[in-house]
């Protein structure tokens, strides 16, 4: 059967409909275009012809161009700054004000005795009440396990902790853990073990990143392949080294220790060292909260590892203004309470470091100050803004983590210009080694070197060390500094409180007629600093808008 013929739809239209849909097409772009045209959209930027090839001078007049751009940026972030710092001064002058006419005192009370939970918040937060946590954990300890990170161990040993640990009395016993050991070549770890063995033990560690969440002692689950290739995890940062051995020590220890009352031994620090990590791998479980950002730990906690010994986990020790510039960008948390900026940070550790290991570290170009190198590794990460500007905070952030994280790998060659401390005497030094064996320490220390793969000294960054940090122990000395020990909310508590204890002495009212009208601390603005480097501006380069004319004609 002959199928039918079947007609297509015409595509023919009238001339008054096609004529109306041209009109109509022609009015949106019209629209388009004036939209456009208000936004600045439809304007291409002009080509910048850049210098011609002819043109005498030309290295210099783009260097003057690139210095002089460089200078401007420099005044726009000056400027930025100052007035940043103008608004926060004014905005505090108008809480003040405010709170002088509300009776905040009544206030508080009355708020304290509504949410005590709030309080309790806010008095954690203090550096006042982290120093004594701090206290409380040695005082309560029989043996202190200092943390110190291997990629720099002198930087990390405060000599007012360990002085305020041997004076303590009941014959308490301290003890070195070396962690971190995989981001350090391996010859430099075996230096720095028989450098810190000449004062007290050392122990060799290397924590687990990824904690199983199962007890060690747990039925396995079935039906779970499990790799069996030991490079896999240690590539993976799941092995820990040094756990059993440090295991075995604490046991010793508790087995020397007269009476069934189990051995406490407190943990502690600076931040960022380790210390919740290392309680978590002796525990096998999650028990202390770990991460990158510095000053976790707020208080002290206990947690129960074996029948006889209990590990007691402490904040951070709060260093000291007073040390370096460096060590303060790594130990202290003043970026966190907003006292520096981090591209500050970034700009002091920088300084400390070799330039050709940081470009093949971060693997971008060179760069003359930080201010570039932050821009180039905010391209290089994909660190960009609305507009498709670097995002240098960003990038300054990230570069931060590394430095304190476990991630870079850098280290610091021990030095003899740093002698034994008047405290480390050869009567503390022998007790201290009374109750150990010395060959079977370094056997066990001997085994977990050979377990980790330690990184090349080609690739890690060799770091100048400060020496050791000073620290702040005593409560006395948090509330009589007043140059940046604290944030401004912490030297708001410490003079509460002390107002509440002292009643306000004569003394403290006579250091506090000089401080500033607003009572707080004065702000010092932060900017970024660009290398000066001299230019020679004559009197026809004055102009602010460009360093080269490019419609001079050249013979």
Request: some cysteine.
């Amino acid at each position: 059967m002959k199928r039918p013929k079947l007609k297509k739809a015409s595509k023919r239209l009238s001339c008054a409909k096609r004529y109306k849909i041209q009109k109509k097409v022609r009015e949106h772009n019209r629209k388009l275009k004036k939209e456009a045209k208000k936004k600045g959209v439809g304007k291409r930027p002009k080509k910048d012809p850049g210098v011609p090839s002819s043109a005498p001078f030309k290295e210099e007049v783009l260097r003057e161009a690139e210095q002089r751009r460089l200078q401007i940026e420099e005044e726009k972030e000056r400027q930025k700054q100052a007035a940043k710092a103008e608004r926060t001064k004014k905005r505090k002058k108008e809480k003040e004000s405010e709170s002088k006419e509300k009776e905040p005192k009544a206030k508080k009370a009355r708020q304290d005795k509504k949410y005590p939970e709030r309080k309790n918040a806010e008095l954690r937060k203090s550096k006042k009440f982290q120093c004594a946590e701090l206290n409380k954990v040695i005082d309560a300890s029989d043996v202190i396990i200092e943390v110190l990170d291997a990629r720099d161990p002198l930087g990390c040993r405060c000599p007012q902790l360990e002085e305020l640990v041997l004076q303590k009395e009941g014959n308490k016993k301290l003890l070195f853990v070396l962690n971190k050991i995989d981001l350090v070549p391996r010859a430099n770890v075996e230096e720095w073990i028989q450098r810190l063995e000449q004062e007290f033990p050392v122990v060799a560690f290397k924590a687990s990143t990824q904690v199983q969440r199962e007890k060690a002692q747990g039925k396995k689950r079935k039906g779970r392949i499990k790799a069996s290739n030991q490079v896999f995890g240690k590539s993976k940062g799941a092995a820990c080294f040094g756990s059993t051995l440090l295991t075995e020590l604490l046991t010793h220890y508790a087995a020397d220790r007269d009476g069934h009352t189990r051995l406490r031994v407190g943990v502690v620090g600076f931040p960022n060292v380790g210390k919740s990590s290392l309680i978590n791998n002796l525990k096998g479980s999650p028990a202390c909260i770990v991460g990158t950002k510095r000053g976790i730990t707020k208080s002290m906690q206990e947690v129960q590892i074996s029948q006889y010994v209990n590990l007691v986990d402490s904040p951070g020790i709060l260093a000291c203004p007073s040390n370096p510039a460096a060590t303060m960008a790594l130990r202290s948390l003043q970026v966190e309470d907003g006292q520096e900026s981090v591209q500050e940070a970034v700009s002091t550790l920088l300084k400390q470091c070799n330039k050709t290991q940081i470009i093949l570290q971060y693997n971008i170009a060179n760069y003359r100050n930080a201010a570039e190198f932050l821009n180039l590794l905010a391209k290089k990460r994909s660190f960009l803004q609305k507009g498709g500007t670097p995002n240098t905070a960003q990038a300054a952030s990230v570069f931060l983590d590394d430095w304190t994280g476990a991630k870079l790998s850098y280290y610091c060659k021990p030095t003899d210009k740093h002698g034994l401390p008047a405290y480390v005497t050869d009567s503390v030094i022998a007790e201290m080694w009374s109750t150990l064996d010395y060959k079977q320490l370094q056997i066990g220390n001997e085994s977990t070197l050979s377990s980790v793969k330690f990184p090349t000294p080609a690739s890690s960054i060799n770091f100048t060390s400060s020496g050791p940090t000073k620290g702040q122990l005593v409560v006395s000395d948090l509330a009589e500094e007043r140059n940046g020990g604290g944030s401004v909310k912490d030297e708001v508590v410490v003079e509460e409180e002390a107002e509440e204890e002292n009643k306000e002495e004569p003394e403290q009212t006579a250091t506090n007629a000089e401080e500033p009208e607003n009572g707080l601390p004065e702000e010092k603005t932060t900017h970024i600093q660009f290398k000066s480097v001299p230019i020679e501006i004559g009197s026809s380069t004055v102009e602010t808008d460009d360093a080269y004319d490019f419609n001079t004609y050249f013979i």
